[in-house]
């Protein structure tokens, strides 16, 4: 049986959940510092109102958040229990991450049409959703969220996004993209993941299937998205809209997983560029 040991801190309702609106509730999740909150926020309200919250620059972290600036080195292969554990945590607080990002995104940009910020709400819900996978795997391993010190890698790069083209073109477009190529990786770290959490294989294949398609669907959001703000979605549109110092480099692995790439929506000759991408040599 696995077992999730973190209860409300507090007695009193939640942050999220004594939010009146969209935007309160976004603002209340990221500078939260209650982990069972920032894991399982309360559902947000279905009232929307620019109340002119400034979208904060760094997210509240738990105290059982060890947050440190420069990362513990990733374990090359998980062929032992330490190193898978070391892996899932360090995903675990990706997506932890990109949830609180999406909840930033819809606050720095109120004027970006609603259907958009909608977009990024229900991303934000899978994102958390994600983060329980990974730490149901975690608990597996008699691991917890905090047994290991993190890094803030994506929000110290992600609220130089000046536009939400940028930021879509940093997220969705980049960083989640190129999390597909991640993808297979994950797949060999959570072989029976998905069984566990359904008890059954027919329904735990349906639920690694849709986290799948999933991140396919979060990619494709920045297609569509990319191309509604700036006309269409070109390679050097895309790498210019990346805030300094990020380049196409980190926003591919190898190889570059060009069937999930094309289902998103990306063209042919942008995953070519992409694929091609090579960094200028210093003068
Ligand atoms: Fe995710
Ligand atoms: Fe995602």
């Known amino acids: 049986m696995i077992v999730v040991d973190d209860a409300p801190s507090q007695l009193s309702e939640s942050a999220t959940a004594s939010a009146r609106t969209v935007e309160a509730w976004a603002h209340a999740y990221i500078t939260t510092r209650d982990l069972h909150e920032k894991l399982m926020p ?4 279905g009232q929307w109102r620019d109340e002119g919250l400034v979208a904060p620059l760094a997210p509240g972290r738990p105290r059982a958040l060890c947050v440190v600036r420069k990362a513990p080195r990733m374990p090359r292969k998980a ?3 330490a190193a898978r ?5 360090t995903f675990l607080h990706h997506e932890l991450q990109a949830a609180e990002l999406m909840a930033w995104a819809l606050l720095a940009f109120p004027t970006a049409p609603r259907p958009f ?3 990024l709400l229900a991303i934000m819900e899978d994102e958390l959703r994600h983060a329980a996978h990974y730490r149901v795997a975690l608990a597996d391993l008699g691991v917890a969220y905090g047994d290991q010190p993190v890094r803030d890698w994506f929000w110290e790069r992600v609220p130089a996004c000046r536009s939400p083209g940028s930021f879509v073109a940093t997220l969705g477009l980049g960083l989640e993209a190129a999390n597909l190529e991640h993808t297979a990786r994950g797949g060999v770290l959570l072989p029976d993941l998905s ?3 359904r008890g059954g294989d027919e329904a735990g294949a349906l639920l690694q299937e849709q986290s799948g398609r999933e991140e396919v669907a979060h990619v494709a ?3 569509r998205w990319f ?3 700036r006309g269409s ?8 809209a990346l805030p300094p110092p990020l380049s196409p480099l980190l926003m591919r692995g190898t190889p570059v997983a060009r069937g999930a790439r094309r289902r998103a929506g990306m063209s042919e000759a942008f995953v070519d560029a992409l694929e091609a991408w090579r960094p200028r040599p210093a003068a």
């Not at 554990?85 to 945590?89: C, E, G, N, R």
């Open 42 to 45: 309360a559902p947000p309200p």
């Open 79 to 81: 062929g032992t229990p």
């Open 85 to 89: 554990a070391k892996l899932l945590h």
């Open 117 to 119: 910020r909608q977009g």
């Open 195 to 197: 069984r566990r959490l």
């Open 221 to 223: 959001f920045g297609v």
């Open 227 to 229: 191309e509604a703000f």
């Open 233 to 240: 979605l070109r390679f050097e549109d895309w790498s210019a």
